[in-house]
């Protein structure tokens, strides 16, 4: 779709989700505050504190309105002053209790709000969403960017060239906050959408720390899916740990898969698959194989499609709940 096809159905899209989000109304998120009180206390409550020159910039207001609203909301008991460590003449701005609890019930009433909404959708839907909107979001907050800085060097906002979105991009071998990020990823998807706890987040950690000083020996390999500087998947070959003793190469192990939430769907995880069956392709391995648990469709679309067949099933708990494990192989490509 060309550029121009596109805008009349996003600016009818963005009225409504105005809308139907309640922003027409004097109110927002079921609390008696203005949008813009309720958008400052999630900014401030989600990075600890900031100054009101940081706000300003964050909800693209006005340093008079956004003064006003702040008067509102200290005299009102949801934020407290405090001083700056770097400049004696800005306050930083914090929530306090009564504040913490307020942002609670605007989470709460916001996540019931979109989550009934995305209920309406078939949940293969649901990754695209989260991409357009965050492609859209962040295209929007661009072009304020640059045309601030056009308005700064004395240009009309009409010269100023829309900026390009950077693809994720695939690199390969460790990179500073690999094991932490991975762990995270991992940690976060599997409790929300299986119920695993802190012995299978102990398990991914132990197993990527003893893994990772390994990456210098050949077979062995380890990508990750970058959006700009910031981790959003990763996957490992491990040419060893399935080998024992027979010689290389033997085994390979595919682990520590996972595409960041908001992400699948849109084919990243595929990318992180292909780079890692070129590797294990090249690198002669007999056969590769995975271990998950039944229930991981999309994922076992992506493995089956990979040339990947289920070879083994049983209940297991080496995740620390009771599952039904799985092993799939995929045999040496020619």
């Known amino acids: 779709m060309a550029a121009g096809d596109a805008v009349l159905p ?37 990075r600890g504190s900031l100054t009101a020159t940081e706000l300003c910039q964050r909800l693209n207001l006005e340093k008079s309105s956004v003064s006003r609203m702040l008067r509102k909301l200290v005299g009102a008991g949801e934020l407290a002053e405090g001083g700056s460590e770097t400049d004696g003449r800005a306050k930083r701005l914090t929530l306090t209790a009564q504040g913490r609890r307020t942002l609670a019930a ?14 309406c959708l078939p949940a293969a839907d649901h990754a695209t969403v989260v991409e357009g909107l965050r ?23 009409e010269s100023v060239p829309a900026l390009r979105i950077e693809p994720v991009r695939i690199e390969l071998g460790h990179r500073p906050g690999l094991i932490g990020r991975a762990v995270e990823m991992h940690a976060r998807f599997y409790a929300r959408a299986h119920g695993f706890g802190a012995a299978f987040e102990s398990k991914v950690a132990a197993g990527l720390a003893e893994f990772v000083p390994r990456l210098d020996r050949p077979g062995n390999a380890v990508w990750t899916a970058l959006d700009g500087d910031r981790i959003v998947g990763t996957l490992a070959i491990d040419g060893e740990d399935l080998s024992g003793d027979a010689p290389a190469p033997g085994i390979a192990h595919l682990r520590w898969f996972i595409v960041e939430d908001g992400r699948r769907g849109g084919g990243l995880g595929r990318r992180l698959l292909d780079e890692a069956m070129g590797f294990v392709d090249r690198s002669g391995f007999n056969e590769t194989r995975l271990w998950t648990f039944r229930g991981l469709d999309a994922a076992r679309r992506l493995y089956e499609a990979a040339g990947f067949a289920l070879a083994d099933e049983r209940p297991g708990s080496q995740w620390g709940t009771e599952v039904t494990e799985q092993c799939f192989v995929r045999p040496r490509r020619c």
């Open 10 to 46: 996003i600016r009818d899209a963005s009225r409504r989700i105005v809308r139907e989000l309640g922003f027409m109304r004097a109110t927002l998120a079921g609390t008696e505050l203005p949008a813009s009180a309720v958008h400052a206390l999630i900014e401030i409550g989600g």
């Open 106 to 119: 605007i989470d709460a009433f916001a996540h019931d709000q979109v989550g009934s909404a995305l209920a």
């Open 135 to 157: 492609l859209y979001a962040g295209a929007l907050q661009d072009r304020r960017a640059a045309a601030d800085g056009g308005r700064r060097e004395g240009r009309p906002v």
